[in-house]
């Protein structure tokens, strides 16, 4: 299972949100290099970066995210809200290993013009699901059979990696969705990383036992749940 740790960027910040809500924020950290480095210091491979002024509509930090890109020589994952092959090649063009498309209106259509344009092997799909735990539904997310619908697209066009979370959990620290993220993985028949609520290492160790991809871990992090390097070596055991 591989680990993804989180820098969320907010107008240059490193900050969390929770369920897609900009009124949400907290910002954790003020400069996003510290946190790269001090990432690459406690051993990650991997860095997931998500641009949320692009997700809100706020700006572009494609700049900043080519800037951390070259100074800590990493595989970066970058999320936040491509949906065109346009947006994904100036995300490439940084140098990230790996871009998380969200297909959007276009759909399945579109996600097959983007992985023949870009390389189907270096994107993966963001899949939102409906609120679980009696949290109000989110406006963007999918429900259950749409997910697997999309995440079956996704394996059509090539593309065998999606992003899991469920935006009724993420950002509030009390668990993450294991097993829809499981039951998903086997009716799609991808990998799947789940993002959103990581809250301990038992659930790192359930994730991984559950032959899940990958997670996701952010706010855990910065709050002192536990250590990246307690994180990688829970989910490489």
Same mark, same amino acid.
């Not at 900009?22 to 970066?49: K, L, N």
């Not at 491509?82 to 259509?109: H, K, N, W």
């Not at 609520?197 to 706010?219: H, P």
């Given at each position: 299972?591989?680990?993804y ?5 907010? =107008?240059?910040?490193?900050v ?6 900009p009124s949400s924020?907290i910002?954790?950290r003020?400069d ?5 480095e001090?990432?690459?210091?406690e051993?990650a ?6 641009? !949320?002024?692009r997700?809100?509509g706020?700006g ?10 070259r ?7 970058? /999320?936040?809200?491509?949906a065109?092959?346009?947006? %994904?090649?100036?995300?490439f ?9 969200r297909?959007?209106? #276009? ?11 870009c390389?189907?092997?270096?994107l %993966?799909v ?19 059979a749409? =997910?697997v619908?999309?995440?079956? =697209?996704a394996r059509? =066009?090539?593309v065998g990696t999606?992003?899991?979370t ?7 620290l009390?668990g993450?969705?294991v097993g829809?993220?499981a039951?998903?993985?086997? %009716? ?5 990383v789940v993002? /959103?609520?990581?809250n301990? !290492?038992?659930? !790192?160790?359930?994730?991984r036992?559950? /032959?899940? #991809?990958g997670?996701?871990?952010?706010? #855990?992090?910065y709050e ?7 994180? !990688?070596?829970?989910?490489s055991?």
């Amino acid at each position: 299972m591989e680990l993804y740790p989180a820098i969320d960027i907010r =107008a240059g910040r490193v900050v969390r949100v929770r369920r897609g809500d900009p009124s949400s924020e907290i910002v954790y950290r003020e400069d996003p290099f510290a946190v790269a480095e001090e990432y690459a210091r406690e051993g990650a491979r991997w860095i997931h970066v998500v641009d !949320l002024d692009r997700v809100f509509g706020a700006g572009d930090q494609t700049p900043l995210i080519a800037q951390l890109v070259r100074r800590v020589p990493l595989s970066w994952q970058a /999320g936040g809200g491509a949906a065109t092959a346009a947006q %994904a090649e100036a995300l490439f063009a940084c140098g990230v290993a790996r871009v998380i498309l969200r297909p959007g209106s #276009a759909g399945a259509s579109g996600l097959e013009d983007v992985a023949r344009r870009c390389g189907a092997s270096r994107l %993966a799909v963001a899949l939102d699901v409906a609120a679980e735990g009696g949290a109000p539904p989110h406006p963007q997310a999918l429900g259950r059979a749409a =997910a697997v619908g999309l995440a079956k =697209a996704a394996r059509d =066009a090539g593309v065998g990696t999606v992003v899991y979370t469920d935006l009724g959990l993420e950002g509030r620290l009390g668990g993450t969705d294991v097993g829809g993220a499981a039951a998903l993985a086997r %009716a799609a028949g991808v990998a799947v990383v789940v993002s /959103g609520g990581i809250n301990s !290492l038992a659930e !790192l160790s359930s994730i991984r036992a559950a /032959g899940l #991809a990958g997670a996701i871990v952010g706010r #855990a992090l910065y709050e002192g749940r536990f250590t990246l390097r307690e994180a !990688l070596a829970c989910s490489s055991r």
